[in-house]
Each structure stands twice: as C-alpha cells, then as structure tokens.
C-alpha cells in the first residue's frame, strides 16, 4: 500500500516536472522572438541596452529551470520518513511508526516463546521526523533483526524474598512453592507429620512475581542446596584409624558442639574408618519452624523449708530432710525451629506423684577468724588409708583419708588461698597459706569453693573429695609443710 502511493506521487510529480519544462521552452522562445523583432526595428544606440538586458533575462530562466528540475528530483527519489533510536541511539530510518510497533510485537512474541515466559523490553524507543530515499528505509526481517541486536529485555519470573531480601529467583510461582516445600520436608525428614499442627518458617517469606533479567534465573536443585546449607562451599574429611569427633574437631579448630551440628546424622560414639563427614555447619537461609502438641511426664519440684541452728557457722548449711522430686504429666504446645526448641506453651498440668518437701538447716554461730591459729583439724571425714612416710618404696608426703565422693573437704586451719588448680601427680589441688611458714594441701579433689587470694576459716568447707590425678579411689590426700618441707600431719592434727 505504501509503495503504490509513493509510485503515484512520483507520477504526479513527473508529469509536472514535464509541463514546466514544456512552458519554460515556450517563455524562452518567445521572448527570443521580440527580442529579435524588438532588435530590428530600433536604432543602434540602444542595440548594447538591449544585449545587456537580454543576458539578464535568460539567466533568471536558467536559474528558475535548474531550481524546479532538483525540486522534481527530490520529490521523486526522497520522501518523508521516521529515524528510530533506542536508549538514545540511531539504528535506521522507517516511513511509518507502525512498522517499529509491528516489528516489536513479533519480536516479543519471539523472545516469550524462547524463554516460556512473559517478557518486558527495558530499552526505550523514540522517533523523530526525518526525509530518506529508499535504500535508506530499514524494511521487514532487516527492521526486526536490527532492533534484535540493540534492544534489551526481562523475563516474568518469581523472586523469593527472606524478611524483605531477595534470595532466589525462579521461573514460575509453582516452581518457588515447590522449592520451599522441599525445604520443609528435608528440615522434618523422620519427622511424624501427623502429630504436627502446623508447620511455617520462622522468617518472613514472600513470592513476588516480577520481571528480572533472565541471567539472574536460578536452578532449582542448586538454590535449595544453597537454602538449607546458607553457602555453596564444601569442605569434607575421610576418618582414619585412632580418630574421633573430639580429636577431629581440635584438628580443624571447630567446637564439639558444631561438628556435630554438621553432621546431624552421624552418632558421634560410632564413626568409622573411611567414614566421610562434613566440616561446614550448616546456616540455612531459612529456618523451618513447627508447632507440637507434646504430652510428656516430667519432675514435679519440691518445697523447701529451712530451720536454723546455732551448732553451724552462719555461712554453713546442712541438709536435714532430703527433698524428692515428684512427677506430672505436662501438655503443651512445643515450638522448635530447625528440630531445635525454641519455646514452650503448657496448656495443662497434672500431679501424678506428690514431692516431698525438703527441710535445710541454716547456722546461726558467728565463723572463727580468716586466719591460722596454729593448730590444725581432720579436713575430711573418713578413716586413714595411707599414712605419711616410706609406701611402695617411694616416701608418701602426706596422709590419705578414704572418702565418699563428692562429700565435703574442709580447711584444716584458717588462712589465705594460695592455689587453686590442677598439678601433676595431685590432679586438682588446692593451698592454704596459713601463716608462720605453715601451708597445707589438698589433693585428688572433684570440685574447687574457694579461689586463689580467698580468705577461709577453720572448718570451712574448700572443696570435694574426688578421684583426680594419680589415684586408685575416692580420697584426700593431706599434706602440711613447714618452711617448705613435708612433715607428719599426725603431729599437727587435733
């Protein structure tokens, strides 16, 4: 349609060009007719008037012919037309508007039929009027392909958003909604769906269909391993003959605690030789959050009451009823996120086995001084199993007094802690300066009350028997030095 009225439009103007022409041959050979009669008919003075005249004349005609003949030219071999650019830039010339819009139609249907998507050009696209001959017009499949090269375009996808940030991209809502299912089954896999009331993420979550470049579209099987994980990086190790989950953890600078969490599926008291385990603990991206229903037995605490006596120092306690735990059937709605729990709603509460109240007894007796009196007390309760001087063939420094384990160990006089800790043979050791160059020790012990610089009374309970260092049993070994030697503590004791 456009090519035919361009045709008519050059006929148009060829047929004026043509009767122009015809009338300028008919002006010019007129006026060379009165010219020449004009010429005759006068005298000769004003034949150089009339030269000049004439010259004048036929150049005007010329100029006019020349101008109506590069007109005509113009008319017929240039017409109007439209130049397009994107983002600014020139591709090409059009004659009408509506062939860009119809070349960008089958272009995005081509891109969307490409991609299985709905698809956005970003690029813009201007026009701006313009003149150009034929060989200047982008055409057809030339239009569509130069606006190929130079325009830029996204794809409708689907974006997972974790509290207002974006983490994923995917193709379609069904494949996100899938992807996040997976994530939850993977979270609760041996878990008895059944006996879960509801199962949500502990993040805010949201699918938002947008449109995104189409390189920044994810892999599904990727990104959910990325999800739970919360890093693409894999490191590993391969067990070997002697290691364990400690000495494994100590060799890569890890805790116990995230070793494990590493690997959630290994008992750690059963690895074995050729073993792999991982080394990266996992941060999920999202967390998998349920609620329980959970009816369990549990300890029904006990009362206590407290009596005093002014046979005890106010800083001592003894029990004279030992209280007993009780039992109830507690029911309640538990909340873990990623199998871990986080928090714990009780909805009811039954007794089921009464407790029974335990009575302490406070003292009332004001402690003696915090320093030595120079004579010394029996600092544990027990019989003497070893005593000081030459056993096994080696001299024994001290005396050892068999003990329960955990009962209590007292300071033999009063004075100033001076160590407390660990120490060779004596395993933990605590020692008492108590003044006039004396210091006591106290060996094999299960726990520390006091610290180093602590002031402490005769009788006032340091620690507990226990069984550290070179030991065979439950004991105390006792030692009193003087002026730095061992001596007999028989000698001293009272």
């Known amino acids: 349609?456009?090519?035919?009225?361009?045709?008519?439009?050059?006929?148009?103007?060829?047929?004026?060009?043509?009767?122009?022409?015809?009338?300028?041959?008919?002006?010019?050979?007129?006026?060379?007719?009165?010219?020449?009669?004009?010429?005759?008919?006068?005298?000769?003075?004003?034949?150089?008037?009339?030269?000049?005249?004439?010259?004048?004349?036929?150049?005007?005609?010329?100029?006019?012919?020349?101008?109506?003949?590069?007109?005509?030219?113009?008319?017929?071999?240039?017409?109007?037309?439209?130049?397009?650019?994107?983002?600014?830039?020139?591709?090409?010339?059009?004659?009408?508007?509506?062939?860009v819009e119809s070349a960008l139609q089958a272009l995005k249907q081509k891109y969307q039929e490409s991609e299985h998507s709905e698809i956005s050009f970003t690029s813009v696209v201007t026009f701006e009027k313009s003149r150009a001959s034929g060989k200047e017009i982008l055409k057809d499949t030339a239009l569509i392909e130069t606006l190929g090269k130079n325009l830029k375009f996204q794809v409708q996808a689907c974006s997972v958003?974790?509290?207002?940030?974006?983490?994923?991209?995917l193709?379609?809502?069904?494949?996100?909604?899938?992807?996040?299912?997976?994530?939850?089954d993977k979270s609760l896999a041996g878990a008895d769906k059944s006996k879960i009331k509801e199962i949500s993420f502990a993040e805010k979550v949201e699918l938002k269909n947008e449109f995104i470049e189409a390189l920044k579209i994810s892999d599904k099987d990727e990104i959910?391993?990325?999800?739970?994980?919360?890093?693409?990086?894999?490191r590993t190790h391969k067990i070997v003959s002697g290691e364990s989950f400690w000495s494994i953890s100590k060799r890569y600078n890890m805790s116990l605690g995230d070793l494990q969490k590493a690997n959630p599926e290994v008992n750690p008291e059963k690895v074995k030789i050729g073993q792999v385990i991982n080394l990266i603990v996992p941060k999920p991206l999202i967390s998998v959050k349920?609620?329980?229903?959970?009816?369990?037995?549990?300890?029904?605490?006990?009362?206590?009451?407290?009596?005093?006596?002014?046979?005890?120092?106010?800083?001592?306690?003894?029990?004279?009823v030992k209280g007993i735990y009780g039992e109830k059937e507690v029911i309640a709605d538990v909340t873990k996120v990623n199998g871990i729990e986080t928090g714990k709603t009780i909805l009811s509460e039954k007794i089921i086995k009464e407790p029974k109240t335990q009575i302490i007894v406070k003292g009332t007796k004001n402690p003696p001084p915090k320093k030595g009196t120079g004579t010394f007390s029996y600092p544990a309760r027990g019989s003497i199993s070893s005593r000081y001087g030459m056993r096994w063939g080696r001299r024994?420094?001290?005396?050892?007094?068999?003990?329960?384990?955990?009962?209590?160990?007292k300071a033999s006089d009063g004075g100033v802690v001076i160590w407390v800790g660990y120490e060779g043979g004596y395993g933990k050791l605590i020692k008492i300066d108590h003044g006039a160059n004396f210091v006591s020790y106290y060996g094999h012990l299960s726990k520390y009350n006091v610290k180093v610089g602590q002031k402490v009374y005769k009788g006032e309970k340091i620690g507990a028997v226990g069984n550290t260092g070179n030991s065979t049993g439950p004991h105390l070994h006792f030692e009193i030095r003087k002026n730095g030697a061992v001596t007999n503590p028989l000698n001293y004791l009272k």
């Open 1 to 99: 349609m456009e090519g035919s009225k361009l045709q008519e439009a050059a006929a148009r103007c060829r047929n004026k060009l043509s009767r122009g022409i015809a009338n300028a041959k008919n002006f010019i050979k007129n006026c060379s007719k009165k010219i020449v009669s004009f010429c005759a008919g006068s005298s000769n003075k004003y034949k150089f008037t009339r030269r000049i005249i004439d010259r004048k004349r036929f150049g005007i005609v010329c100029g006019i012919i020349a101008l109506l003949v590069f007109t005509s030219l113009f008319v017929v071999f240039s017409g109007s037309a439209y130049t397009v650019k994107v983002n600014g830039n020139t591709i090409g010339k059009v004659r009408s508007q509506k062939v």
């Open 161 to 169: 958003y974790v509290d207002g940030n974006i983490i994923a991209t």
């Open 396 to 409: 024994h420094t001290g005396i050892d007094i068999a003990a329960s384990y955990g009962s209590a160990v």
């Open 171 to 184: 193709k379609t809502k069904e494949q996100a909604e899938g992807m996040l299912k997976e994530v939850q």
């Open 224 to 234: 959910l391993n990325f999800i739970i994980k919360g890093t693409n990086e894999l």
């Open 290 to 320: 349920t609620v329980q229903t959970i009816t369990s037995i549990e300890k029904a605490e006990f009362e206590q009451k407290v009596e005093f006596s002014s046979s005890l120092y106010k800083d001592e306690t003894s029990i004279k």
